[in-house]
């Protein structure tokens, strides 16, 4: 069994064909079949079911898989030990964010990469928590930037920065007199969410002693859609402090701030507790310091450099 078979049913999988998965791994089809019957036969287990198109993967093959990510991922680690400084800062990273964060984060994470690293081949996606927590696992990306706590003991978590919610008023809503919003009196009127799709917040979505989450009001980054949909429909909306600079001065005009008590969140940075990659870390943080107005950092991101 060698790391190159590993890497081509990885691959396999991912493109779930031969020949496409041969041309990204830059070798011939016949080859790669040979290697992959081979440790088929090494193992004594069907990795793949080849008479699908595309090809699917066993249930065997399935752990097999899982287990060859984390081999290949940790032989990119030991390989990274030996590595020069100005190396670690080039190569692949590979971030995922949970929606709300991703068209804060983002963009300016690119650009951040681009004029100060320009050798990091950064990667980014934005997916549901449990995706993200699910990938860190297997070792399918790198890091994770969602909310906090992440509660995984396979996983470490830095705490990034803190954000409030606002309600968003509808210009014709008589909220609009108000100069705050009483947490518990938020659901006193109509709530449009982005949960499984656009909708009205239904409080059957509540235990009978529990008071709204922001996680239960809101999964997509469109803050945009729901603020079109809420002036057009009337009623409000939930937005986190940090899409507010994405506002139009009129939007930000019907913006109240939910208080007794003050609803927030904590963002943090997700990975593996064998990550060694101390730097990368580091650039990653620093990025998003760029980002962020430094009244919303926590503690610890104040700090030069942090410390695996």
Not at 116 to 142: F, G, N, V, W
Not at 255 to 266: D, G
Request: glycine share 4%.
């Amino acid at each position: 069994m060698t790391l190159q078979q590993l890497e081509y049913i990885i691959a396999i999988e991912e493109y779930g064909y031969f020949v496409e998965a041969a041309e990204a791994s830059g070798v011939t089809q016949s080859t790669m079949s040979l290697m992959v019957k081979k440790l088929e036969e090494e193992l004594d287990v069907k990795i793949f079911n080849r008479d699908t198109h595309p090809v699917s993967v066993t249930e065997i093959g399935r752990k097999v898989i899982d287990e060859a990510k984390l081999v290949v991922y940790h032989a990119k680690q030991l390989t990274e030990l030996t590595r020069s400084e100005k190396e670690l800062c080039s190569g692949d990273l590979n971030v995922a964010m949970i929606t709300t964060v991703a068209p804060v984060l983002m963009a300016g994470m690119f650009k951040f990469a681009k004029l100060h690293y320009p050798a990091l081949r950064l990667q980014m996606e934005e997916l549901m928590t449990s995706t993200i927590l699910a990938k860190l696992k297997k070792a399918e990306i790198d890091m994770g930037i969602l909310a906090s706590p992440v509660n995984d003991p396979d996983l470490l978590e830095i705490p990034l920065y803190h954000e409030r919610f606002f309600v968003y008023v509808s210009p014709e809503d008589a909220m609009m007199q108000q100069d705050s919003i009483e947490r518990d009196h938020v659901l006193d009127h109509p709530v449009w969410i982005m949960r499984d799709g656009v909708r009205l917040f239904d409080r059957s979505m509540l235990r009978p002693d529990e008071t709204f989450t922001y996680e239960k009001m809101y999964e997509g980054g469109r803050v945009g859609i729901l603020i079109q949909i809420a002036n057009e429909n009337g009623g409000v909306t939930i937005i986190p402090e940090t899409h507010i600079r994405f506002l139009t001065k009129q939007m930000q005009a019907c913006l109240k701030p939910i208080v007794n008590p003050e609803p927030k969140r904590t963002i943090c940075l997700a990975f593996r507790k064998d990550y060694i990659h101390e730097q990368i870390m580091n650039i990653v943080v620093k990025s998003i310091k760029t980002i962020i107005p430094f009244e919303l950092w926590d503690e610890t991101i104040k700090k030069d450099y942090l410390k695996l």
